[in-house]
Nanobody, 123 residues
Framework: QVQLVESGGGLVQPGGSLTVSCAAS????????MGWYRQPPGKQRELVAD???????NYADSVKGRFTISSDNANNTVYLQMNSLKPEDTAVYYC?????????????????WGQGTQVTVSS
C-alpha cells in the first residue's frame, strides 16, 4: 500500500557532503513522522534522525551539528543532508515512515521501510 523509494547514496571522501532523499507513495492518508536509520557493516541498525509532522526533529548524538533532516510535506519526501562526513558514517541508510493509510474504506497505521541506500565515506 505504501512504497518508500530512496536515492542519493554513493561514495564520498571524508569531510565531504551528500544528500539522500526518500519519497513515499501509495494510499497515504497522513504521515506522522519520517526518518533515517543506518546500519554500519557488522552492527545493528540505529536511528540517525527523524522529523515529525509538526516539524520537530531528533538527531543521534553522533550526527548532531553535521546532518540536517528536512521534509517536503506536499510531496511526502524527506531529505538528509550530511556534511563533514566521516568514515564511521559508512553504512546502509534506510528510510523509515510512520504512516496512516486509507485503503478501501479502512484506516490503518503502520511503519514502513525503504530498501536502503549505501553511503560509503572513504578516501
Amino acid at each position: 500500500q505504501v512504497q518508500l523509494v530512496e536515492s542519493g547514496g554513493g561514495l564520498v571522501q571524508p569531510g565531504g557532503s551528500l544528500t539522500v532523499s526518500c519519497a513515499a507513495s501509495g494510499s497515504i492518508f497522513s504521515i506522522y513522522a519520517m526518518g533515517w536509520y543506518r546500519q554500519p557493516p557488522g552492527k545493528q541498525r540505529e536511528l540517525v534522525a527523524d522529523i515529525r509532522s509538526s516539524g520537530r526533529t531528533n538527531y543521534a548524538d553522533s550526527v548532531k551539528g553535521r546532518f540536517t533532516i528536512s521534509s517536503d510535506n506536499a510531496n511526502n519526501t524527506v531529505y538528509l543532508q550530511m556534511n563533514s562526513l566521516k568514515p564511521e558514517d559508512t553504512a546502509v541508510y534506510y528510510c523509515n515512515a510512520d504512516i496512516r493509510t486509507y485503503y478501501y474504506g479502512s484506516y490503518s497505521r503502520d511503519t514502513y521501510w525503504g530498501q536502503g541506500t549505501q553511503v560509503t565515506v572513504s578516501s
